[in-house]
């Protein structure tokens, strides 16, 4: 709901959605923040990074370029209201 933080359970639900990741590793912070690590089907790394306030959750994820060996991409996913 708009007034609660989202509990792991429900935070991994939402990534896995998201960016369609089949392997996941999250590691609760303070404030109902999250970092860890994951993997989509095709064995792509992704780190993670959560935050959240009531009402709002936002995932900040890195993973290697497809087009730039090397190099990392990045991309931020939100929830709620800004």
């Known amino acids: ?3 609660t933080l989202w509990t792991q359970e429900q935070v991994e639900a939402w990534i896995r959605g998201a960016l369609g990741l089949v392997e996941m590793s999250l590691t609760p912070g303070s404030g109902g923040s999250f970092t860890g690590t994951g993997k989509d089907a095709r064995g792509v790394p992704y780190k993670l990074k959560v935050t959240q306030k009531p009402g709002q959750i936002v995932l900040d994820h890195e993973y290697p370029a497809p087009s730039a060996p090397g190099k990392m991409a990045t991309g931020q996913i ?3 209201k800004r």
């Open 1 to 3: 709901t708009a007034s």
């Open 78 to 80: 939100r929830f709620g």
